[in-house]
């Protein structure tokens, strides 16, 4: 399984930015699908998190200002990031599991929130 995030970019505290990970390969198995991001020093923490029947999961600190959804004819989800804060800068993963032992890793995107 391949994916490719994009989306990223620099956006002031406030607006928004919409992630997509499309994914390609043996995508048959894929099961859930997630976003994390991580910031230097940091360990890299979920943000957000579909199942393949539409189930959500938020971290608390983006509930109610970011939405994942999934394209499943389209293999793709996405990260809709409202009312963002400089704390959400980080680089944002996409992710794909397609067992319970088994995740694949997108190459990560760059968002930057100025205050």
């Known amino acids: 399984v391949q994916l490719q995030a994009s989306g990223g970019g620099l956006v002031q505290a406030g607006g928004s930015l919409r992630l997509s990970c499309a994914a390609s390969g043996s995508i048959f198995n894929i099961g859930a699908m997630g976003w994390y991001r991580q910031v230097p020093g940091k360990q890299r923490e979920l943000v957000a998190s579909i199942t393949s029947y539409g189930s959500t999961f938020y971290d608390d600190s983006v509930k109610g200002r970011f939405t994942i959804s999934r394209d499943n004819a389209k293999n793709t989800v996405y990260l809709q990031m409202n009312s963002l804060k400089p704390e959400d800068t980080a680089v944002y993963y996409c992710?794909?599991?397609?067992?319970?032992?088994?995740?694949?890793w997108g190459q990560g995107t760059k968002v930057t929130v100025s205050s």
């Open positions: 992710t794909a599991r397609t067992s319970v032992t088994n995740s694949y």
